[in-house]
């Protein structure tokens, strides 16, 4: 279990969202690895509390990041938290960089 020096907003080396184009002639393709034992679970939307779970990605899937989005703490138990939109196994969803708990942090995916 990892522990996060700060639940300041993390200076993840992830592509911004497209909203906020990157200046290059490419598009890049970034591919996550989820890290975390108990995997990563994949909603319907970036807001998780009032979007539907898709399915549950396990250890060391690899999965294609589309888009991130931050997302600030809405209450005081949570940190802020990037929301990443991936693609695994022809599945298109949310899902977490690091658990959003601020009593159990622990990163979820990971740059490969």
């Known amino acids: 279990l990892s522990k996060f020096p700060s639940y300041s907003k993390p200076s993840l080396d992830l592509p911004l969202s497209p909203s906020k184009p990157k200046p290059t002639a490419q598009p890049t393709l970034t591919l996550l690895k989820v890290i975390a034992a108990k995997g990563a679970t994949m909603r319907t939307s970036q807001h998780i509390d ?3 779970v898709l ?3 396990p250890q060391n899937e690899q999965v294609k990041l589309i888009e991130k989005v931050w997302m600030d703490p809405d209450d005081v138990d949570v940190v802020g938290i990037y929301r990443l ?3 695994w196994k022809k599945k298109e ?3 977490s960089d690091r658990g959003r708990l601020k009593d159990e942090p622990y990163q979820i995916v990971e740059e490969v």
């Open 50 to 52: 009032s979007s539907k």
């Open 55 to 57: 399915c549950k990605i």
């Open 85 to 87: 939109k991936v693609v």
């Open 93 to 95: 969803g949310w899902i």
